[in-house]
């Protein structure tokens, strides 16, 4: 029997994939990759794992009482019944129609986390978006778990959407291997994280540029929790989680007090730095903000604070802010600090200087390229203008109606009674999954599409079996990545998967909007369509692209738009004449006091970057553990699971922490243990990390939820632990690393 071999592209990058006999057998590096991903490696045995949903189903109780499942309480704790495709969108298309009649199309959520396929059309979000609003519109979130706070804050302070910011005006790195002299990373840059971009980052380059820095005599400076952050090689500042802020604020007061402050460049490029002085120097409020201040806060001693800032303020620095820090209470605080930071250095402007966001945290930010236009299905408006915060789920669903605040505006929840999902698995990536699970017991009917039963499908009404990437014909490309790849279907649908667009197709039609949805095209008439503008739009840019055809033939190519000469300083322009090139704030300028935020009155986010300690809901003197839930090694955030999960000894997860917590606890290097709070409970395989701060707990997301009878998680997921709250009234982001919990040897903690 003949195998195949194909160059196939993943959010995870380029890998070679055979298949045999209508099954994948192997996946292999790509020899253009100076660092592959080892993720790749499970992707023929997910795709054919038992797990795969076969047919499409129909939960029981809900195909017994329709129209509207008044037995919500049983989704996740009953079966479901197979049924044949056309049965089971004739009842999907009824209860849509019967809940946008009787209720109108702002009673319909549109869920998509969008991580679905790193092909262009065959994106799971486009896909369920386009689909909704042609039908008559959907109520649509705003921002992601991983930048929420971000998306909120930055556009106050520097006048630009965050996107933009990370894609357009950073710091590329051979623009860093060059200029830059100290690289101070909060949160450090993470080669594990950055294994992941969306679309995919072929040449997987983050750990070789901070090698070359390293060797070329830079000072890289990874503060935070866990040493694993950063490479060895790098220095590790050891800090406290969640107190980056009150370090960032020392450091700004010793540049205050030894005269460091480059007063000429905020003078013409800032504005509010006399109220922030203020407050570092304890006029605002009495308590100055000097290393000796913060100290027992952060964990870092006074000295070391001062002979950073001494370091910062005389060689040229970048400060670097990873995702992960604006994933707490208080999340927007560390990114508008940075920037006040980075702006008293006057760095902000110059090359390898300023401050940076996300290096590390995925891959393909700090790429030197030259930007070309996308592959994206084209969007109609949507008709309904509701929208929550992405993380703000469990509230919508728990107090329709419920009025809450979200960057200056009042608003309401509005009430759903369908969840349309489609691309991701929010019981793998929201906080407090037992508190969504309540939630997700309130609406008529969720409907889900799903390649394998997740958490998330095992809690829906209707599952309709969708391909995975293998199994249909896309192109794969990114905005930060110079490759182009053709992806052909390896193999044939798995049982009776079909891809979602014909899913969407066939209910569109059902529902009188076909032509709306599909403008007289089927999925690889559009693929052409969207190919042939792509080429046209490159063209006009001056960048030849081979025909359909001829990629097809070639399997990928690599446009000519990368190199370093396609790197350009950040805030340039904006530096050499603010007047000329302002900012977008109302100021023009970066605005280190906000007389916007100071106006909305939140006490969560004040007018100025600030300390605003952690408010944690838990006990201290009984959570004696912080908890942190970084991305996963292994895979990108849920997916594959299935496959990892089946090696001997492999689940539930693995927690880390520092040895001395271990003998506190009587816990055994390598044993199984209970991970609780008043929350839940998760089970972990406990490990001795020197290379962790004492007082923390560090358990990777990924695991595939499943409570036992108990209610405790079998798997380690750590989102069984985390908070559901806001980041603040200004962000409304995800706050999972505030969260407190302890831990138990297994036989010893049936009383936590």
């Known amino acids: 029997m003949h195998e195949v071999e194909k160059v196939f592209t993943s959010h995870w990058g380029a890998f070679r994939l055979r298949a045999r006999g209508g099954r994948l057998t192997q996946a292999l590096p790509f020899a253009a990759d100076p660092d592959p991903s080892d993720i790749a490696r499970a992707v023929p045995a997910a795709v054919h794992h038992r797990s795969r949903v076969a047919r499409p189903s129909v939960r029981r109780s809900w195909l017994e009482g329709r129209p509207g499942a008044r037995a919500g309480r049983l989704r996740g704790r009953e079966g479901f019944v197979e049924l044949p495709w056309d049965e089971a969108l004739d009842l999907a298309a009824q209860e849509i129609d019967r809940v946008r009649r009787d209720h109108g199309p702002e009673a319909i959520y549109g869920g998509s986390y969008g991580w679905g396929s790193a092909g262009r059309f065959h994106h799971a979000q486009s896909q369920v978006h386009r689909f909704l609003s042609c039908i008559g519109g959907y109520v649509s979130s705003f921002a992601s778990y991983s930048t929420g706070a971000a998306q909120a804050i930055i556009p106050h302070v520097l006048g630009m959407e965050f996107l933009r910011l990370t894609w357009e005006e950073q710091n590329a790195w051979p623009m860093i291997a060059e200029n830059t002299r100290t690289m101070v990373m909060f949160g450090g840059v993470n080669r594990k994280n950055a294994q992941v971009s969306m679309g995919g980052v072929t040449r997987h380059e983050v750990g070789g540029w901070l090698e070359r820095l390293s060797r070329a005599g830079a000072r890289l400076v990874n503060v935070g929790p866990q040493r694993a952050d950063a490479p060895e090689f790098c220095e590790w500042l050891p800090l406290a989680p969640g107190t980056d802020v009150a370090l960032m604020l020392a450091l700004a007061w010793t540049l205050e007090d030894e005269g460091l402050t480059d007063r000429a460049f905020l003078a013409r490029c800032a504005t509010g730095y006399e109220r922030l002085r203020d407050y570092l120097t304890g006029a605002a409020d009495g308590q100055p903000k000097t290393p000796e201040w913060a100290a027992p806060i952060c964990g870092v001693a006074p000295e070391r604070i001062r002979a950073l800032a001494r370091r910062m303020a005389s060689t040229r620095t970048l400060i670097t802010v990873a995702w992960s820090l604006q994933r707490a209470r208080h999340g927007e605080q560390p990114y508008w600090m940075a920037v006040a930071l980075a702006a008293m250095l006057g760095q902000i402007g110059l090359p390898g200087g300023g401050v940076g966001f996300g290096y590390g945290a995925i891959g393909g930010v700090g790429a030197a390229i030259r930007r070309l236009g996308g592959m994206t299905l084209p969007q109609p408006p949507n008709p309904v203008r ?40 929010p019981f793998h990536h929201h906080q407090d999954l037992g508190r969504l699970s309540r939630a997700w017991t309130r609406p008529e009917t969720i409907i889900v599409h799903e390649p394998w039963w997740t958490a998330t499908a095992r809690r829906a009404d209707i599952v309709f079996p969708a391909t995975t990437p293998y199994e249909r014909e896309d192109i794969g490309r990114a905005g930060a990545d110079p490759f182009l790849f053709h992806m052909p279907a390896m193999i044939p649908p798995v049982a009776e998967a079909r891809n979602d667009y014909d899913i969407f197709a066939a209910l569109a039609a059902r529902l009188g909007e076909a032509e709306r949805f599909t403008e007289g095209r089927d999925a690889a008439g559009w693929i052409a369509h969207l190919y042939e503008r792509f080429r046209q739009q490159a063209a006009a840019e001056g960048v030849e692209v081979p025909t359909l055809d001829e990629l097809r033939a070639r399997g990928w190519v690599e446009l000519p738009i990368a190199g370093a000469e396609h790197a350009r300083v950040p805030f340039a322009r904006f530096r050499a004449d603010p007047e000329a090139a302002p900012l977008g704030t109302p100021s023009g300028r970066i605005e280190l006091f906000s007389e916007r935020i100071a106006a909305f009155g939140y006490d969560d986010c004040p007018g100025h970057p600030a300390w605003l300690a952690p408010d944690d809901d838990l006990p ?95 798997q380690g997921n750590p989102n069984a632990l985390t908070r559901d709250l806001g980041t603040s009234r200004l962000g409304q982001g995800s706050s999972a690393h505030t969260a407190r919990v302890e831990i138990a040897p297994l036989e010893t903690a049936a009383g936590g």
């Open 386 to 425: 509701d929208f929550i915060p992405v993380a703000r789920i469990a509230d919508m669903l728990l107090d329709p109606g419920g009025r809450f605040e979200f960057n200056g505006r009042v608003m309401r929840y509005p009430d759903i009674r369908l969840v349309y999902w489609c691309g991701g698995n």
């Open 620 to 714: 201290a003197e009984r959570y004696r553990l912080k908890l942190l839930s970084p991305q996963p090694a292994d895979k990108l955030h849920s997916q594959l699971e299935c496959a990892l999960a089946d090696a001997p000894g492999a689940r539930p997860q693995t927690v880390r922490l520092h040895p001395s917590e271990l003998h506190a606890r009587g816990l055994r290097d390598g044993a199984l243990a209970r991970v609780f709070n008043d929350r839940g409970a998760t089970l972990a395989r406990v490990r001795a990390d020197p290379g962790v701060v004492p007082g923390v707990a560090v358990l990777p997301t990924g695991a595939w939820f499943d409570p036992g009878p108990d209610g405790t998680d079998r």
